[in-house]
Structure formats: C-alpha cells, structure tokens
C-alpha cells in the first residue's frame, strides 16, 4: 500500500475516534459506520484487512495494552466465569453456529460450517468495557468481559485451524484435535511463563527510559513470535507476559513509568482507531465474489448467523453463571452472590469485532464457499456491533446495576494514602536522624509538608465543596497550582526570548515544571 492513503488512513480515522469522545455513540460504532460510508465514496482506495498483519502486527499491541491495564488479582477471583466464556463459550458458539448453518446452506459440509463458527465464535470486548466503565457497572461484571477478551482470541483461533485442517484433509480425528488444542493453550501459557521473568529483570536493568519503553514496545511481537513459532498461542503468550509485567509494574523506574503510559495510550488510541474503521472498509471486498448467493438468500442466512451467535450466548451464559452456585457450595461462599441482571449484560456484551474478519480473510482461497463465509462475517460484525453496541447502554440504564462506590472508594484511597504517610514519616525521621542527611530546617519542613498535603488530598475530596464553582478544597488547589505553573512558564519563554536564558536551559526549566504538572494531573484523573 502506498504511504498517502495509509497515512490518511490513521488520520481520518483518529479524527472521528476524537469526534465520537463528545457524543454518546461508542468509538468503535462511530469509526464503522464512517468506514461503510467511506468504502462507497468514488477514489478511496481498496483497504484490504491482510490477516498476516492483523494479527501478528495490530492483535499483539492490542491484547499488551490490555493486559498490562487489567488487575491480575481481580482475573484470578473471576478465574472461573472468564474460563468458562473464554474456552466454554467459544467452543460451544463454534458448535452451535456450525451446525446451524451446515442444516441450513445445501451443499455446505460440517468442516466449512464449522470453521465459519469458529470465525464467529469470539467476541470483541474493546467497545463492552468501553461502555461498562462510561456508565459505572460494576467491577466483576468489567472485569469478566476483560478477561474474556483476552483469552477467546486464542480459542477461536485454534478452533479454527482444528476445523480448517479437516476441510483440507489434514486432521487426525479427535484425538489430533485435542493434542493440537492442547498444544496451543498449554504451550501458549508455558511461552508467556518462560519469557515474563527474564523481560522483567531486563527492564528492570536498563536504566535508561527510552531503551526501556522500546523494550516496551518489542515485547507483545517477541511473545508472540515465539510462542508462534514452536505452533503454540501467541495470543496466550502474550497475555501471560503482560499481566506479569503490568502486575510487576511498580519496581521499574518512574520516568520509564511515565514515558511507557503515554506511549501506550497513544499506541492503543491509533490502532483501535484504525481496526474499526478497517472493518467498515471491507464492504466492498465483501460483496465481490457472492456469486449464487447474492440477494435475498445470502441476506437470510446473515439473519440465521446473527440469531444464532446472539441466542447461543445467552444460552450459554445464564447456566454457566447459575448451576455451578446450584451443585457447589464452595462456589457460594467463594463468589458473590449475582441477579439476573448481570447474565443479561454479560449475554448481551457480545459483539464481534477484527479478530473475526482477520480470521475470515485468512481462510485459503480453495477452501468451498469462502466467499460465503466472508460475508457472513462480515454481516455478523456489523450486525453485533450496530444492534448490541446502540443498544447495550439503554439496556444497562433500565436494568439499574448498582454502580461503583465512589465514596467508599475514596475513603479506601484514603485509608490507603494514610498509611503509607505514616510509614514515609518513620523512615524521614529515621533518615533525617543520620548526620549524612543533615538538612537545613526549612527543606526538612519541607518535606514533611509534601507528605501531609498528599495524605489530605484524599480526604479533601470527600469535603465541603465550593458554593461558586462546585470544586473540593482538592480540586481548587490543583486548579491553583496549574495556574502557577503557567505563570512560570511563561516567565521562562519571556526570559528565553530576551536572550536572558539559552533555549537549553528553558527546555530544563520547562521539564522541571511538566513533571510537576504531570503528578498534578495523575492525582486528578485518578
């Protein structure tokens, strides 16, 4: 591809991704439908979804960033409902699907049908936790819907090369299909095992933060690449690695800290960007080929696709979540205690996304009735991400989750700050009592005012807020301290312009105060 319409590509589409930030469409719905409506505009050119550089190039990045984001102690308390809409889901959405259509298509043989469902078979949970953190559900049900996203990637991707190996002749029964799911899964978990240590203490070594963040950078390809290449999870791999470095995360220095969180946002935004709008330009390449399937017919098996992915899961969710709490009482203490509710939001969180066209444009041009499949995925994403996607906020609103905590959380939070106070107060007193650390009285009160005005910080926010402007005691001193801060700022760009200070100089003086700016605003968006 030429670099203009790549360039214009992730230009266009980061734009809208912006634009969809002040309305209360979803991103990942807002960059479809402009992709539909882009690939009927004359002169655009072709983007066709390469499956060799979606997932070993775009799904690695994707799956780091989530996982490093994601709590590794709240994954493994929901270990049980994420493996079993991970593995169990996808499994039986591959069956389910299959099978549906293999009765219904004439001349269509199970092993086709069945790698359509496969195709199908693994939501895409980008734009679920997108709305569930925007409309506050709570923590468990996020959490689920995390880490099924990370995990059924890899399940429908095995599943579908099983069930491809049979349309091509190339499957050793059931026996071969276990070993080969085993294979993937298990060595996929024992790559991402191998590696997550020895890249955590390289990262650790290094101490300089640009060598590190391009560490950062390299390390979701170099999991994948080498769980891929001993025909291992690559997905798997790279999940592992992730929730170990981003569980490990505070024992690497804070500038790399700093540079690494700002680069992976910037990451993540452009290429979740730029897969969704991908997914709308592939209409055109979609149509092409029907052949007998063109029109009214091709339509109702779109419609028996859609049905069958959106009713299966529900079939699937509400036993999952409810008969192991009926047999076990284990399950009950453990676990807390669920409605109805959650299994609806759970169930109707489905929507597909580019992992499932990446996989259906994977599939070899001889394999009988690619094009159908093609469609019908295509048809399915779309299908999944208009319906669920416009309609998942209302349907959550109605169903009145309980929200986050927010007080109980500050309070927490606060809990939390005090403590470490007190323990930075013992070791400044022990510290201040050795000769070497002899300060000057003032910068010794210095320091202790730094410690007590960040364990009130928290418990400003719970008081009294300003009649004026609405804004906690916290929040007008941080409003207060940016503005000091600018006011700096712009004395230095003076003094720079008076040729008073060199532009060395004012760039020193201008990161002294970004850093200070920078722990205001974490403090803030916290």
Known sequence: MEVLPLVALVAVSAAVAGVARRTPVPAPLLLVAAGLAASSVPG?????????????LLLP???????????????????????????????FATLAVGYAVYLVVPGLSLPVALVLGAVVAPPD??????????????????????????VNDATAITAYKVALAAVVGA???????????????????????????????????????????????????????????VHASGVLAVVVVALYLGHRNWQVDFATRLQEEAVWKMVAFVLESVVFALIGLQLPVVLQGLGEYEGGEALWYAALVFLVVVVSRFLWVFPATFVPRWVSERIREREPDTTW??????????????????????????????????????????????????????????????????????????????????????????????????????LAERLRTVLERRRNAVWERLGEVNPLTGESADDVYRR?????????????????DERRIDDEMLRALLRRLDLEEAAAYREETA
């Open 44 to 56: 655009v050119p072709a983007y066709v979804l390469d499956p060799h550089i979606v997932l070993p």
């Open 480 to 496: 207060l301290a940016r503005e000091m801060i600018e006011a700096e700022r712009e004395v230095f760009v003076s003094l720079r």
């Open 125 to 150: 949970a980008v734009a679920a936790t997108a709305i569930a953190r925007r409309l506050g559900l709570p923590n468990r049900i996020t959490t689920i819907l995390q880490g099924e996203s990370l």
């Open 171 to 229: 499957s050793a029964g059931w026996a071969g299909a276990t070993a080969e799911f085993l294979l993937a899964s298990v060595g996929g978990v024992g790559m991402g095992l191998v590696l997550m240590v020895p890249i955590h203490q390289l990262r650790t070594r290094l101490r300089e933060p640009l060598l590190q963040n391009t560490l950062s950078l390299l390390i979701p390809f170099v999991a994948y690449a080498a769980a891929e290449r």
């Open 341 to 442: 509710k959650a299994p609806v939001v759970v169930g109707w969180a489905g929507m597909r996304g580019v992992v499932s066209l990446a996989i259906a444009f994977s599939v070899p041009m001889d394999v009988p009735h690619r094009d159908l499949i093609l469609f019908l995925t295509f048809t399915t994403v779309i299908g999944t991400l208009v319906v669920q996607g416009l309609t998942l906020p209302p349907l959550i609103r109605l169903l009145r989750l309980p929200a986050r905590d927010a007080t109980a959380e500050t309070l927490a939070e606060a809990q939390a700050q005090s403590e470490a106070s007190r323990a930075a107060e013992e070791r400044l007193a022990e510290l201040l009592a050795e000769p070497e650390n002899a300060l000057p009285p003032p």
């Open 61 to 91: 990045p994707l799956l780091h960033t989530a996982a490093v984001d994601s709590s590794y102690l709240d994954l493994r308390a929901n270990a049980r409902p994420i493996a079993l809409l991970s593995v169990g889901y996808v499994l």
